[in-house]
Nanobody, 122 residues
């Protein structure tokens, strides 16, 4: 069954903004995060959040992206501002139960959404 459902992707001009959403169901997740994968490149971590409020960001997005969660709705968000063409990728929502270190390493996360495409043009 689908446990993570993403939305909010689209096409924007450089400098624009998008807000991605991920609705979680079926489990109580201790951590959730966002990863992205551009064509021909490895999947990379973007941002992560533990339910205690701890967050982690990739250096490439610090100061531009913000991860947050509405606990009542069990929904994770990624606010993306000042978008650059190099941000173009498929963005995936991820979640896990056991994540004490909150590492943005693809192989350490168990549950994944279907992905939502973000395209930034110059």
């Amino acid at each position: 069954q689908v446990q993570l459902v993403e939305s909010g992707g689209g096409s924007v001009q450089a400098g624009g903004s998008l807000r991605l959403s991920c609705v979680a169901s079926g489990y109580t997740y201790n951590c959730m995060g966002w990863f992205r994968q551009a064509p021909g490149k490895e999947r990379e971590g973007v941002a992560g959040r533990r339910n205690d409020g701890t967050t982690r960001y990739a250096d490439s997005v610090k100061g531009r992206f913000t991860i947050s969660k509405d606990n009542a709705k069990n929904t994770l968000y990624l606010q993306m501002n000042s978008l650059k063409p190099e941000d173009t990728a498929m963005y995936y929502c991820a979640a896990d139960i056991n994540c004490p270190l909150l590492r943005l390493i693809t192989g350490w996360w168990k549950y994944w959404g279907q992905g939502t495409q973000v395209t930034v043009s110059s």
